[in-house]
């Protein structure tokens, strides 16, 4: 009789995708992750592997894998490239920012682990939590502000999956007139005008927590500086757009309340 194959020697290298593998029940054949990788926190055990597209293949190919997997955004080519060259199989999905994209991602890293039984149970749950979302009867102007230190600041424009999770929750981006992130000025802020500031939890620490940021330049002239209305999630969770997609939107639309 055969022998059974050997179990894949997998590195992750997208926070929400290692969430995905966990959740089928695959943790045990992770043997590296990215820096994103935060949850479930037995992940911080692993080797840290770098962070999306910094990542070079010596760093991946020190963890001996036999699978890399990834988001397309997660991985450059050329490395890709010298993954496969050394006889690595590399399995990089699609990720869209919307409910929709989160239950394609599922399942088709569940197909790819031959674990789609185990999907429609996965999209219950999150189906039964993203109905738990109490949206705010008028939604606040909300602006994101990615944040490490005063030196790097940066707030969210349209169509990133910040924008696409705040909507989700029931706020509006207060930032118009561009895509991507462009870095944060006291004009565009006073302009701007938000009702509420949301940043990351590390983001607001990098600032010196509330009383730091309200001493950022322009803040103070924003409703959200004079009434002190700042939001602060975990990173992951605010945007992994993953399994706890639900509660990140049910959270984020408690705290816009």
Known sequence: MASAAPAPRIVSLNGTISEIICDLGRQSQLVGVDVTSTYPATLDK??????????????????????????????????????????VRVELFKQTYSVEGTKQL?????????????????????????????????????????????????????????????QLAGGQNAATGFTEFKPLTAEALVAANPDVLLLFDSGLQSLGGKAGLLQVPGIAQTTAGRTGRVVEMDGQLLTGFGPRLGLAAAELAKKLQ
């Open 46 to 87: 692993l080797p840290k592997v770098g962070h999306t597209r910094t990542i070079s293949a010596e760093g991946v190919l020190a963890q001996n894998p036999t699978l890399v997997i990834g988001t397309t955004e997660s991985l450059k080519s050329e490395v890709a490239a010298q993954l496969k060259s050394a006889g």
């Open 106 to 166: 599922i399942k088709e890293v569940a197909a790819a682990f031959g674990a789609s039984a185990q999907v429609p149970a996965l999209l219950q749950k999150l189906d039964a939590q993203l109905a738990q979302v109490r949206k705010p009867t008028k939604a606040p102007k909300v602006l994101f502000i990615y944040a490490r230190g005063t030196g790097t600041m940066m707030v969210a424009g349209q169509g990133t999956q910040v924008e696409k999770i705040m």
